[in-house]
Protein backbone atom coordinates (compact mmCIF):
# COMPACT_ATOMS: atom_id res chain seq x y z
CA UNK A 1 0.00 0.00 0.00
CA UNK A 2 1.08 3.75 -0.88
CA UNK A 3 -0.14 6.91 -1.53
CA UNK A 4 1.19 6.70 -5.61
CA UNK A 5 0.52 3.78 -7.63
CA UNK A 6 2.89 3.26 -10.27
CA UNK A 7 0.98 5.35 -12.52
CA UNK A 8 -1.29 8.40 -12.26
CA UNK A 9 -4.51 9.61 -13.90
CA UNK A 10 -4.58 12.67 -15.81
CA UNK A 11 -7.99 14.67 -15.78
CA UNK A 12 -8.97 13.12 -19.43
CA UNK A 13 -8.31 9.46 -17.52
CA UNK A 14 -4.71 9.20 -19.35
CA UNK A 15 -2.36 6.97 -17.12
CA UNK A 16 1.49 8.46 -17.14
CA UNK A 17 4.01 6.46 -15.36
CA UNK A 18 4.58 7.92 -11.78
CA UNK A 19 8.59 9.05 -11.10
CA UNK A 20 10.23 8.78 -8.10
CA UNK A 21 12.17 6.17 -5.75
CA UNK A 22 9.01 4.33 -4.59
CA UNK A 23 7.58 3.53 -7.95
CA UNK A 24 10.69 2.95 -10.03
CA UNK A 25 12.00 0.59 -7.17
CA UNK A 26 8.27 -1.32 -6.62
CA UNK A 27 7.92 -1.41 -10.27
CA UNK A 28 9.54 -4.68 -10.84
CA UNK A 29 9.07 -5.93 -7.19
CA UNK A 30 5.08 -6.72 -7.86
CA UNK A 31 5.36 -9.09 -10.41
CA UNK A 32 7.92 -11.06 -8.43
CA UNK A 33 5.85 -11.61 -5.53
CA UNK A 34 2.20 -11.08 -7.29
CA UNK A 35 1.81 -8.27 -4.96
CA UNK A 36 -1.79 -6.62 -5.49
CA UNK A 37 -0.88 -2.58 -5.48
CA UNK A 38 -3.61 -0.36 -3.12
CA UNK A 39 -3.02 3.27 -3.56
CA UNK A 40 -4.12 6.91 -5.05
CA UNK A 41 -4.60 7.22 -8.51
CA UNK A 42 -3.80 10.80 -8.59
CA UNK A 43 -7.54 11.47 -9.68
CA UNK A 44 -9.24 14.37 -7.44
CA UNK A 45 -12.72 15.12 -8.85
CA UNK A 46 -14.39 18.26 -7.38
CA UNK A 47 -17.46 15.65 -6.81
CA UNK A 48 -17.61 11.77 -6.79
CA UNK A 49 -20.77 10.28 -7.83
CA UNK A 50 -20.89 5.94 -8.86
CA UNK A 51 -20.31 6.92 -12.48
CA UNK A 52 -17.00 9.04 -11.66
CA UNK A 53 -15.98 6.47 -9.56
CA UNK A 54 -16.79 3.35 -11.85
CA UNK A 55 -14.65 5.32 -15.07
CA UNK A 56 -11.62 5.87 -12.41
CA UNK A 57 -11.70 2.17 -11.69
CA UNK A 58 -12.01 1.25 -15.34
CA UNK A 59 -8.67 3.50 -16.24
CA UNK A 60 -7.09 2.21 -13.39
CA UNK A 61 -8.17 -1.44 -14.57
CA UNK A 62 -6.65 -0.55 -18.11
CA UNK A 63 -3.27 1.34 -17.09
CA UNK A 64 -3.01 -1.56 -14.51
CA UNK A 65 -2.99 -3.61 -17.11
CA UNK A 66 -1.14 -2.16 -19.44
CA UNK A 67 1.80 -2.29 -17.27
CA UNK A 68 1.32 -5.52 -15.77
CA UNK A 69 0.43 -5.17 -12.11
CA UNK A 70 -2.67 -5.73 -10.49
CA UNK A 71 -3.96 -2.32 -8.74
CA UNK A 72 -6.68 -0.85 -6.68
CA UNK A 73 -7.05 2.45 -6.60
CA UNK A 74 -8.55 4.54 -3.00
CA UNK A 75 -10.49 7.36 -3.78
CA UNK A 76 -10.12 10.88 -3.09
CA UNK A 77 -12.18 14.29 -4.10
CA UNK A 78 -10.62 17.30 -4.24
CA UNK A 79 -10.92 18.65 -1.31
CA UNK A 80 -9.41 15.50 0.53
CA UNK A 81 -6.56 15.71 -1.81
CA UNK A 82 -5.57 18.98 -1.18
CA UNK A 83 -5.51 18.39 2.64
CA UNK A 84 -3.77 15.37 2.88
CA UNK A 85 -1.83 15.13 -0.23
CA UNK A 86 -1.00 18.80 -1.06
CA UNK A 87 -1.13 19.82 2.86
CA UNK A 88 -0.35 17.24 5.09
CA UNK A 89 2.05 15.08 3.20
CA UNK A 90 4.07 17.49 1.38
CA UNK A 91 3.81 20.69 3.33
CA UNK A 92 4.36 18.96 6.34
CA UNK A 93 5.30 15.76 6.65
CA UNK A 94 7.65 15.76 3.72
CA UNK A 95 9.86 18.97 4.58
CA UNK A 96 10.10 17.67 8.15
CA UNK A 97 11.47 14.45 7.60
CA UNK A 98 14.19 16.14 5.33
CA UNK A 99 14.80 18.44 8.12
CA UNK A 100 13.52 21.14 6.02
CA UNK A 101 12.46 23.59 8.67
CA UNK A 102 11.94 26.41 6.22
CA UNK A 103 9.08 24.65 4.51
CA UNK A 104 7.38 23.30 7.32
CA UNK A 105 3.94 24.34 7.69
CA UNK A 106 1.11 22.92 9.26
CA UNK A 107 -2.83 23.52 9.36
CA UNK A 108 -5.58 21.09 11.08
CA UNK A 109 -7.94 20.62 8.88
CA UNK A 110 -4.84 19.21 6.58
CA UNK A 111 -4.78 16.98 9.70
CA UNK A 112 -8.44 16.20 9.72
CA UNK A 113 -8.18 15.10 5.87
CA UNK A 114 -4.85 13.07 6.50
CA UNK A 115 -6.40 11.06 9.29
CA UNK A 116 -9.82 10.40 7.00
CA UNK A 117 -8.04 9.43 4.36
CA UNK A 118 -5.49 7.12 6.64
CA UNK A 119 -8.83 5.60 7.47
CA UNK A 120 -9.91 4.99 4.14
CA UNK A 121 -6.66 3.25 3.29
CA UNK A 122 -7.28 0.65 6.54
CA UNK A 123 -10.77 0.14 5.75
CA UNK A 124 -9.75 -0.55 1.64
CA UNK A 125 -7.31 -3.37 2.89
CA UNK A 126 -9.61 -4.42 5.96
CA UNK A 127 -12.27 -5.57 3.94
CA UNK A 128 -10.18 -7.34 1.67
CA UNK A 129 -7.01 -9.13 3.18
CA UNK A 130 -7.18 -12.71 3.92
CA UNK A 131 -6.78 -14.00 7.50
CA UNK A 132 -2.92 -13.64 8.28
CA UNK A 133 -2.44 -11.68 5.32
CA UNK A 134 1.13 -10.03 4.66
CA UNK A 135 0.14 -6.47 4.24
CA UNK A 136 3.16 -3.71 3.36
CA UNK A 137 2.47 -0.08 3.87
CA UNK A 138 4.85 2.29 2.24
CA UNK A 139 6.24 5.76 3.47
CA UNK A 140 4.94 8.84 4.81
CA UNK A 141 1.27 9.43 3.45
CA UNK A 142 0.71 6.51 5.19
CA UNK A 143 1.94 6.79 8.96
CA UNK A 144 -1.29 6.51 10.98
CA UNK A 145 -2.24 3.23 8.64
CA UNK A 146 -0.40 0.65 10.44
CA UNK A 147 -2.24 1.66 13.84
CA UNK A 148 -5.43 1.56 11.99
CA UNK A 149 -5.23 -1.22 10.68
CA UNK A 150 -4.32 -3.24 13.43
CA UNK A 151 -7.30 -2.15 14.98
CA UNK A 152 -9.59 -3.58 12.56
CA UNK A 153 -7.43 -6.84 11.63
CA UNK A 154 -5.02 -7.54 14.24
CA UNK A 155 -4.40 -11.05 12.57
CA UNK A 156 -2.62 -9.29 9.60
CA UNK A 157 1.19 -9.29 9.44
CA UNK A 158 2.05 -5.58 8.78
CA UNK A 159 4.72 -3.98 7.82
CA UNK A 160 5.69 -0.62 7.42
CA UNK A 161 8.88 1.19 5.03
CA UNK A 162 9.86 4.98 5.24
CA UNK A 163 11.52 5.82 2.06
CA UNK A 164 12.78 9.07 3.30
CA UNK A 165 14.77 10.21 5.85
CA UNK A 166 13.97 10.03 9.72
CA UNK A 167 15.07 13.03 11.38
CA UNK A 168 16.39 14.49 14.60
CA UNK A 169 13.98 13.75 17.31
CA UNK A 170 14.70 17.53 17.72
CA UNK A 171 13.27 18.37 14.52
CA UNK A 172 10.22 15.64 14.77
CA UNK A 173 9.15 17.37 17.81
CA UNK A 174 7.52 20.56 16.10
CA UNK A 175 5.31 18.42 14.36
CA UNK A 176 2.05 18.82 16.83
CA UNK A 177 0.53 15.86 15.83
CA UNK A 178 3.89 13.85 16.41
CA UNK A 179 2.62 11.65 19.18
CA UNK A 180 -0.24 10.63 17.03
CA UNK A 181 2.11 9.74 13.97
CA UNK A 182 4.51 7.75 16.42
CA UNK A 183 1.55 5.55 17.65
CA UNK A 184 0.36 5.48 14.40
CA UNK A 185 3.52 3.76 12.90
CA UNK A 186 3.63 1.48 15.89
CA UNK A 187 0.70 -0.15 14.45
CA UNK A 188 3.28 -2.09 12.38
CA UNK A 189 5.10 -5.70 13.46
CA UNK A 190 7.95 -4.35 11.56
CA UNK A 191 9.17 -0.87 10.64
CA UNK A 192 11.59 -0.72 7.91
CA UNK A 193 14.20 2.43 7.06
CA UNK A 194 17.18 3.08 4.53
CA UNK A 195 19.96 4.02 7.03
CA UNK A 196 21.04 3.06 9.99
CA UNK A 197 21.12 6.82 11.15
CA UNK A 198 17.10 7.46 10.10
CA UNK A 199 16.52 4.08 12.41
CA UNK A 200 18.21 5.55 15.41
CA UNK A 201 16.53 8.95 14.81
CA UNK A 202 13.29 7.41 15.12
CA UNK A 203 14.42 5.11 17.93
CA UNK A 204 15.25 8.34 19.77
CA UNK A 205 12.43 9.84 18.47
CA UNK A 206 10.06 6.68 20.27
CA UNK A 207 11.68 7.11 23.30
CA UNK A 208 11.97 11.05 23.80
CA UNK A 209 8.32 11.20 22.48
CA UNK A 210 6.83 8.10 23.25
CA UNK A 211 8.30 7.30 26.05
CA UNK A 212 8.70 3.75 24.87
CA UNK A 213 11.66 1.25 25.45
CA UNK A 214 14.06 0.53 22.81
CA UNK A 215 16.52 -1.93 22.52
CA UNK A 216 17.82 -5.27 20.77
CA UNK A 217 16.25 -4.58 17.70
CA UNK A 218 12.67 -3.31 18.54
CA UNK A 219 10.55 -0.91 20.50
CA UNK A 220 8.09 -1.86 23.10
CA UNK A 221 4.73 -0.08 23.58
CA UNK A 222 1.44 -0.90 25.25
CA UNK A 223 0.36 -3.17 22.17
CA UNK A 224 3.67 -4.96 22.28
CA UNK A 225 6.63 -4.94 20.67
CA UNK A 226 7.93 -3.56 17.27
CA UNK A 227 10.71 -4.71 15.33
CA UNK A 228 12.91 -1.88 13.46
CA UNK A 229 15.24 -2.88 10.74
CA UNK A 230 17.79 -1.19 8.58
CA UNK A 231 16.66 -2.16 4.75
CA UNK A 232 18.62 -0.27 1.67
CA UNK A 233 16.38 -0.10 -1.00
CA UNK A 234 18.11 -1.32 -4.57
CA UNK A 235 17.06 -1.14 -8.03
CA UNK A 236 16.29 -3.27 -10.94
CA UNK A 237 19.39 -3.29 -12.17
CA UNK A 238 18.57 -5.93 -15.23
CA UNK A 239 15.90 -3.44 -16.34
CA UNK A 240 19.23 -1.29 -16.65
CA UNK A 241 21.25 -3.69 -18.28
CA UNK A 242 18.54 -4.99 -20.98
CA UNK A 243 17.79 -1.32 -21.58
CA UNK A 244 21.36 -0.82 -22.58
CA UNK A 245 21.65 -3.95 -24.80
CA UNK A 246 18.47 -2.20 -26.65
CA UNK A 247 19.76 -1.02 -29.95
CA UNK A 248 17.48 2.33 -29.50
CA UNK A 249 19.94 3.03 -26.17
CA UNK A 250 23.00 2.72 -28.50
CA UNK A 251 21.56 4.88 -31.57
CA UNK A 252 20.21 7.63 -28.77
CA UNK A 253 24.01 7.38 -27.10
CA UNK A 254 25.33 8.01 -30.90
CA UNK A 255 23.11 11.02 -31.47
CA UNK A 256 24.19 12.37 -27.98
CA UNK A 257 28.23 11.97 -28.56
CA UNK A 258 27.60 13.87 -31.91
CA UNK A 259 25.65 16.84 -30.66
CA UNK A 260 28.43 17.09 -28.28
CA UNK A 261 31.27 16.78 -30.31
CA UNK A 262 33.75 15.77 -28.34
CA UNK A 263 32.98 18.08 -25.31
CA UNK A 264 32.63 16.28 -22.17
CA UNK A 265 29.34 15.37 -20.06
CA UNK A 266 28.58 16.21 -16.29
CA UNK A 267 24.41 14.93 -15.67
CA UNK A 268 22.10 15.01 -12.61
CA UNK A 269 18.72 13.91 -12.95
CA UNK A 270 16.05 14.63 -10.26
CA UNK A 271 12.78 15.48 -9.59
CA UNK A 272 12.05 19.23 -9.29
CA UNK A 273 12.41 19.20 -5.49
CA UNK A 274 13.73 21.47 -2.78
CA UNK A 275 15.15 18.90 -0.79
CA UNK A 276 17.48 17.94 -4.56
CA UNK A 277 19.60 20.97 -3.66
CA UNK A 278 19.59 21.98 -6.96
CA UNK A 279 20.26 25.58 -6.58
CA UNK A 280 23.54 25.01 -4.38
CA UNK A 281 24.52 22.48 -7.50
CA UNK A 282 24.55 25.73 -9.70
CA UNK A 283 25.85 27.19 -7.69
CA UNK A 284 28.81 24.98 -7.54
CA UNK A 285 28.81 24.50 -11.32
CA UNK A 286 29.35 28.65 -11.42
CA UNK A 287 32.05 28.38 -9.23
CA UNK A 288 33.76 25.61 -11.40
CA UNK A 289 33.40 27.82 -14.41
CA UNK A 290 34.89 30.36 -13.12
CA UNK A 291 37.68 28.77 -11.18
CA UNK A 292 38.36 26.67 -14.43
CA UNK A 293 38.09 29.33 -17.63
CA UNK A 294 39.49 27.17 -19.94
CA UNK A 295 36.88 23.95 -19.00
CA UNK A 296 34.15 26.07 -20.59
CA UNK A 297 34.94 25.06 -24.31
CA UNK A 298 35.62 21.32 -22.74
CA UNK A 299 32.62 20.36 -20.47
CA UNK A 300 29.14 20.36 -20.96
CA UNK A 301 26.51 20.07 -17.44
CA UNK A 302 22.73 18.84 -18.19
CA UNK A 303 20.50 19.18 -15.95
CA UNK A 304 17.07 16.77 -16.06
CA UNK A 305 14.96 18.52 -13.54
CA UNK A 306 11.39 16.32 -13.65
CA UNK A 307 8.56 19.26 -12.67
CA UNK A 308 6.97 17.88 -9.48
CA UNK A 309 4.08 18.55 -7.27
CA UNK A 310 3.69 21.65 -9.39
CA UNK A 311 0.68 23.12 -7.74
CA UNK A 312 2.93 23.73 -4.72
CA UNK A 313 4.38 27.40 -4.90
CA UNK A 314 7.23 26.52 -2.88
CA UNK A 315 8.15 23.59 -6.25
CA UNK A 316 6.71 26.36 -8.86
CA UNK A 317 9.41 29.32 -7.13
CA UNK A 318 11.87 26.57 -7.28
CA UNK A 319 11.15 26.18 -11.49
CA UNK A 320 11.51 29.56 -11.65
CA UNK A 321 14.65 30.04 -9.42
CA UNK A 322 16.27 27.25 -11.67
CA UNK A 323 15.83 28.61 -14.73
CA UNK A 324 16.65 32.28 -14.01
CA UNK A 325 19.82 30.88 -12.33
CA UNK A 326 20.91 28.62 -15.60
CA UNK A 327 20.18 31.58 -17.70
CA UNK A 328 22.31 33.70 -15.95
CA UNK A 329 25.07 31.46 -16.11
CA UNK A 330 24.93 30.53 -19.49
CA UNK A 331 24.54 34.56 -20.55
CA UNK A 332 27.52 35.01 -18.60
CA UNK A 333 29.54 31.99 -19.21
CA UNK A 334 28.65 31.02 -22.84
CA UNK A 335 29.55 31.41 -26.16
CA UNK A 336 27.00 31.57 -29.57
CA UNK A 337 28.42 27.72 -30.36
CA UNK A 338 27.64 26.53 -26.56
CA UNK A 339 26.16 26.83 -23.48
CA UNK A 340 27.77 25.20 -20.39
CA UNK A 341 24.22 24.58 -18.68
CA UNK A 342 21.91 22.93 -20.33
CA UNK A 343 18.40 22.50 -18.51
CA UNK A 344 15.55 20.12 -19.12
CA UNK A 345 12.65 20.18 -17.26
CA UNK A 346 10.67 17.21 -18.52
CA UNK A 347 11.40 13.62 -17.90
CA UNK A 348 13.47 12.04 -20.62
CA UNK A 349 12.20 8.40 -22.09
CA UNK A 350 14.00 4.94 -20.91
CA UNK A 351 16.03 4.38 -23.56
CA UNK A 352 17.54 8.13 -23.41
CA UNK A 353 18.15 7.80 -20.02
CA UNK A 354 20.36 4.74 -20.11
CA UNK A 355 22.42 6.61 -22.88
CA UNK A 356 22.57 9.59 -20.92
CA UNK A 357 24.01 7.93 -17.93
CA UNK A 358 26.50 5.59 -19.93
CA UNK A 359 27.56 8.39 -22.03
CA UNK A 360 28.10 10.90 -19.08
CA UNK A 361 31.55 11.31 -17.65
CA UNK A 362 30.49 12.20 -14.15
CA UNK A 363 26.75 12.36 -12.53
CA UNK A 364 26.39 14.90 -9.91
CA UNK A 365 23.88 13.40 -7.24
CA UNK A 366 23.68 16.43 -4.24
CA UNK A 367 20.65 16.58 -2.54
CA UNK A 368 20.71 18.31 1.44
CA UNK A 369 18.66 15.60 2.21
CA UNK A 370 17.46 11.98 0.65
CA UNK A 371 16.32 9.12 2.04
CA UNK A 372 18.33 7.01 -0.35
CA UNK A 373 18.33 8.36 -4.12
CA UNK A 374 18.68 6.16 -6.52
CA UNK A 375 19.21 8.11 -9.73
CA UNK A 376 22.98 6.76 -7.67
CA UNK A 377 22.66 3.51 -8.54
CA UNK A 378 20.83 4.08 -12.00
CA UNK A 379 24.06 5.84 -13.13
CA UNK A 380 26.49 3.39 -11.63
CA UNK A 381 24.38 0.43 -13.01
CA UNK A 382 24.68 2.01 -16.41
CA UNK A 383 28.88 2.12 -16.32
CA UNK A 384 30.32 -0.26 -18.58
CA UNK A 385 32.71 -3.41 -17.22
CA UNK A 386 36.23 -2.16 -17.52
CA UNK A 387 35.85 1.81 -17.46
CA UNK A 388 33.02 4.32 -17.12
CA UNK A 389 32.37 7.81 -14.97
CA UNK A 390 32.38 8.83 -11.49
CA UNK A 391 29.71 9.49 -9.45
CA UNK A 392 29.84 12.29 -7.04
CA UNK A 393 27.97 11.81 -4.05
CA UNK A 394 25.89 14.18 -1.09
CA UNK A 395 26.63 12.52 2.29
CA UNK A 396 23.20 13.54 2.75
CA UNK A 397 21.79 10.80 0.30
CA UNK A 398 21.10 7.11 2.43
CA UNK A 399 23.35 6.11 -1.10
CA UNK A 400 25.98 7.57 0.61
CA UNK A 401 26.26 4.53 3.14
CA UNK A 402 26.70 1.71 0.83
CA UNK A 403 28.26 3.50 -2.22
CA UNK A 404 31.99 3.95 -0.75
CA UNK A 405 33.72 4.48 -3.28
CA UNK A 406 32.24 7.69 -4.68
CA UNK A 407 32.85 11.03 -4.55
CA UNK A 408 31.87 12.63 -1.25
CA UNK A 409 30.88 15.75 -0.79
CA UNK A 410 28.66 18.61 1.29
CA UNK A 411 26.85 20.13 -1.18
CA UNK A 412 26.49 23.18 0.79
CA UNK A 413 30.27 23.38 0.42
CA UNK A 414 30.05 25.03 -2.79
CA UNK A 415 33.82 25.09 -3.04
CA UNK A 416 33.82 21.58 -2.44
CA UNK A 417 31.89 20.31 -4.57
CA UNK A 418 33.27 22.56 -7.00
CA UNK A 419 36.94 20.80 -6.48
CA UNK A 420 34.91 17.42 -6.95
CA UNK A 421 33.31 17.81 -10.46
CA UNK A 422 37.32 18.78 -11.42
CA UNK A 423 38.31 16.18 -9.66
CA UNK A 424 35.85 13.70 -11.17
CA UNK A 425 37.04 14.84 -14.94
CA UNK A 426 40.41 14.82 -14.23
CA UNK A 427 40.66 11.17 -12.12
CA UNK A 428 42.93 8.73 -14.34
CA UNK A 429 41.25 5.68 -16.19
CA UNK A 430 42.72 2.51 -13.91
CA UNK A 431 41.22 4.89 -10.22
CA UNK A 432 37.87 5.27 -12.15
CA UNK A 433 37.70 1.57 -12.40
CA UNK A 434 38.86 0.94 -8.94
CA UNK A 435 36.44 3.04 -7.37
CA UNK A 436 33.86 1.73 -9.70
CA UNK A 437 33.83 -2.12 -9.65
CA UNK A 438 33.06 -2.58 -6.13
CA UNK A 439 29.79 -0.23 -6.35
CA UNK A 440 28.86 -1.71 -9.63
CA UNK A 441 28.48 -5.16 -8.27
CA UNK A 442 26.75 -3.91 -4.95
CA UNK A 443 24.11 -2.41 -7.40
CA UNK A 444 23.91 -5.37 -9.33
CA UNK A 445 24.08 -7.52 -6.11
CA UNK A 446 21.64 -5.80 -4.07
CA UNK A 447 18.63 -5.58 -6.04
CA UNK A 448 15.43 -4.00 -5.91
CA UNK A 449 13.73 -8.06 -5.29
CA UNK A 450 15.97 -8.69 -3.16
CA UNK A 451 15.40 -5.52 -0.89
CA UNK A 452 11.37 -6.85 -1.18
CA UNK A 453 12.57 -10.58 -0.06
CA UNK A 454 14.52 -9.49 3.15
CA UNK A 455 11.87 -7.14 4.29
CA UNK A 456 9.12 -9.14 3.75
CA UNK A 457 11.16 -12.50 5.30
CA UNK A 458 11.43 -10.16 8.51
CA UNK A 459 8.01 -9.41 8.96
CA UNK A 460 7.11 -12.93 8.62
CA UNK A 461 10.13 -13.62 11.57
CA UNK A 462 8.30 -10.49 13.48
CA UNK A 463 4.52 -12.43 13.28
CA UNK A 464 6.30 -15.38 14.85
CA UNK A 465 8.19 -14.01 17.48
CA UNK A 466 4.90 -12.18 18.62
CA UNK A 467 2.31 -15.03 18.19
CA UNK A 468 1.61 -16.31 21.86
CA UNK A 469 3.62 -19.26 22.13
CA UNK A 470 2.42 -23.15 23.69
CA UNK A 471 3.02 -23.25 27.38
CA UNK A 472 5.90 -26.15 27.45
O1 LIG B 1 9.94 8.75 -0.40
C1 LIG B 1 10.24 8.86 -1.71
C2 LIG B 1 9.02 9.03 -2.54
O2 LIG B 1 7.99 8.13 -2.26
C3 LIG B 1 9.42 8.94 -3.96
O3 LIG B 1 8.84 7.91 -4.63
C4 LIG B 1 9.01 10.23 -4.55
O4 LIG B 1 10.22 10.83 -4.85
C5 LIG B 1 8.32 11.01 -3.46
O5 LIG B 1 8.51 10.32 -2.30
C6 LIG B 1 6.87 11.20 -3.67
O6 LIG B 1 6.61 12.00 -4.75
P1 LIG B 1 5.14 12.32 -5.20
O7 LIG B 1 4.64 13.41 -4.33
O8 LIG B 1 5.25 12.75 -6.61
O9 LIG B 1 4.36 11.05 -5.07
Known sequence: MSNRLPFSLAADGAACRSVGGLASALGGVGELF?????????????????????????????AAQTLGCDCRSVPMNQGEADGFYRGLANASLWPLLHDDLAHFRYRPDWWDAYAAVNERF????????????RVWIHDYHLML??????RRRPDL??????????????????????????????????????TRRH???????????????????????????????VFPIGIDASRFERGLADPATAAYAERLAAARGGRRLVLSVERLDPTKGIPQKLDAIEAFLELHPGQKEEVEFLLIA??????????????????????????????????????????????????????????LVTPLADGMNLVAKEYLACQPEGGGGVLVLSEFAGAADEL???????????????????????????????????????????????????????LDAAAACSRPQPRP
Not at 125 to 130: I, N, Q
Not at 206 to 212: D, E, L, P, T
Request: proline share 6%; glycine share 12%; charged share 25%.
Open 34 to 62: GLVWIGWSGAAPSHRTDAVDAAERQAVAN
Open 122 to 133: AEAVAGAASPGE
Open 145 to 150: LPGLLR
Open 157 to 194: RIGFFLHTPFPSADAFRRHPRREELLAGVLGAGLIGFQ
Open 199 to 229: LEHFEEAAQRIGGHACGAGGIRHRRGRTRTG
Open 306 to 363: VPSREDAPAYRRLREEVEGRVGRINGKHGAPDRVPVRLICRGVGFHELCALYRSADAC
Open 404 to 458: RGALRVNPHDTLAVAGAIAEALTRPEDARRAALAPMREHVRTHHAGGWATRFLAA
